[in-house]
């Protein structure tokens, strides 16, 4: 009764925040002129929480306790890395809004998110990150979404980029046609290696909607009191974004191996120095966790502030350096060269992954005579191992064309964007057809599979007409392809990893002993 007294209530109340609106490479108050910098705090209280969806804007209690101290801190905008959209999120919005406090979202979650060892960007991933965006869209005091978070870390996941920027592409719009001004930006992880061609590339290309509308870097470089803004390496960390078409801002910061912590780095984000560039940041982070990051300590429902708190409270009480307005700024910044292929960057940029379509998949599951089984709700731990033996086992013996992808060459299999469940039963059905029909072959490891003598589709490529760049014409999933030379090739990127954690890695390469 409580929940449902909260939704109707809050439901019914106006929100009053002003709208940020990006012009060129800053924010702005659209209602006071002013450039808007973030004063924020990475907000995600965790501790001792074993549920597998954590969601602290869920939480009303704690959030209207949480929002009390934000206030206090002068903070005007929380980051939440993980949120559930299948819950109510009305109290603690309408608490934030009236605090004046913007909320930034990541909008993937454990189970469902791009994973940088084995990308994908596919109907169920898509499905889900809609979902999220349609349970947030509401809320005025959203200032944007993050599509990623690191998933490119190294110069052995660059390939996971071209299927974030793909998500990235297919939400803006998304967005653009549910009519919301709200922002998508994506976080690296200030690595010396990629980074510049991870900031080119987000910024890069003839198509607005696969380029972000603002970029973060999570980045650690200040520590203690005796470094300065060009010493720590936050002058190297701005040099790539001197001309850069659109807002940059710290999405992490705040380094903990000096005690207390004075936040002196704050200060240069606030100053001169970096106000040309920069629109500010997330202080890492609100809760004090088992990484002692914390600004708060929160036992048995209390939130006790630590020493941290007041330091930071004193940083964020000073004005940003700026007299740049709405009205007289011009933008001069230029939308980026994409880096080509390279060692360090295997990535092509011609093309993208292509946008999942449901309806083409759902077709080509209705056309298999041997199928696999879906699961409720996210696939098991268990059965994806299964559905990745199934990759590893049949594209060893015979051609994988169609649920294959190679990011150096641009090149998307023509049903590599269905999910796993979809993907594998097209591959077990491939090989049962080529067994001439033999039940025996519709049978692999511990998946539930089904025959299906006479399947509602006749021939997948009926399946064409649901999506026009996806040719099936010289593909048949009930009879031989005998003309198919047999190709062996790593089938690494077709389980859909999206199942397993956002930054738990899977084994490349030997698909067979995928863990997730």
């Not at 012009?23 to 001792?48: A, C, I, L, M």
């Not at 001309?243 to 380094?255: I, K």
Request: proline fraction near 5%.
């Amino acid at each position: 009764m409580i929940k449902y007294f909260y939704c109707v209530l809050f439901s019914t109340l106006v929100y009053s925040i002003d709208p940020i609106v990006i012009k060129g490479s800053k924010f702005f108050n659209k209602n006071t002129n002013e450039q808007f910098f973030f004063k924020g705090v990475d907000y995600q209280p965790r501790q001792h929480d074993s549920r597998s969806n954590l969601d602290p804007l869920s939480e009303n209690d704690a959030c209207l306790r949480d929002v009390k101290l934000l206030k206090e801190l002068n903070v005007n905008s929380i980051r939440v890395y993980e949120t559930d959209y299948t819950l109510n999120h009305d109290v603690c919005m309408k608490a934030l809004a009236d605090a004046g406090i913007y909320v930034m979202l990541d909008i993937a979650t454990p189970n469902y998110s791009i994973n940088r060892e084995a990308p994908t960007w596919d109907d169920d991933l898509y499905t889900h990150f809609k979902k999220k965006v349609d349970a947030f869209i509401g809320y005025p005091n959203v200032i944007a979404f993050l599509i990623g978070n690191e998933v490119t870390n190294d110069k052995n996941t660059t390939p996971a980029s071209a299927f974030v920027k793909a998500a990235l592409r297919d939400m803006k719009t998304y967005l653009k046609a549910k009519k919301s001004s709200i922002y998508i930006g994506y976080a690296d992880n200030d690595d010396e290696i990629i980074r510049y061609s991870l900031i080119k590339y987000f910024n890069c290309g003839d198509d607005p909607m696969a380029r972000v509308d603002f970029y973060g870097v999570n980045t650690y470089r200040w520590c203690g009191d005796k470094v300065t803004y060009e010493t720590s390496g936050y002058a190297s960390m701005a040099e790539p974004f001197q001309d850069y078409s659109v807002p940059v801002l710290l999405t992490e910061y705040g380094c903990n191996t000096a005690r207390p912590r004075t936040f002196n780095e704050v200060a240069a984000v606030y100053s001169d120095k970096m106000t040309g560039i920069f629109s500010g940041g997330f202080i890492y982070e609100y809760s004090q966790e088992d990484n002692d990051y914390g600004l708060v300590k929160i036992d048995n429902g209390n939130a006790k502030k630590l020493d941290d708190f007041m330091y930071l409270k004193k940083q964020y009480a000073v004005k940003p350096s700026t007299d740049v307005t709405l009205s007289n700024y011009v933008p001069t910044g230029k939308i980026a060269d994409c880096p080509p292929v390279a060692p360090d960057w295997k990535v092509s940029p011609r093309s993208l992954p292509p946008t999942p379509v449901s309806s083409f998949c759902n077709c080509v599951n209705d056309s298999l005579k041997c199928s696999v089984n879906r699961p409720k709700g996210s696939i098991p731990k268990e059965q994806g191992k299964s559905l990745g033996k199934v990759f590893d086992y049949i594209c060893g013996t015979m051609p994988c064309n169609e649920t294959l992808t190679n990011t150096e060459t641009g090149s998307y299999g023509s049903i590599s964007f269905c999910d796993p469940v979809v993907k594998a039963g097209f591959l077990i059905n491939k090989k049962f057809i080529m067994d001439n029909e033999n039940p025996a072959s519709c049978s692999f490891n511990s998946l539930e599979l089904s025959i299906n003598k006479s399947p509602s589709i006749n021939d997948i490529a009926a399946c064409s007409k649901f999506n026009k760049d996806s040719d099936l014409s010289n593909i048949s999933s009930n009879k031989k392809d005998s003309d198919q030379k047999n190709t062996k090739k790593s089938a690494a990127n077709l389980l859909s990893s999206h199942y397993c954690s956002f930054v738990a890695p899977i084994i490349l390469v030997a698909i067979s002993v995928i863990l997730c």
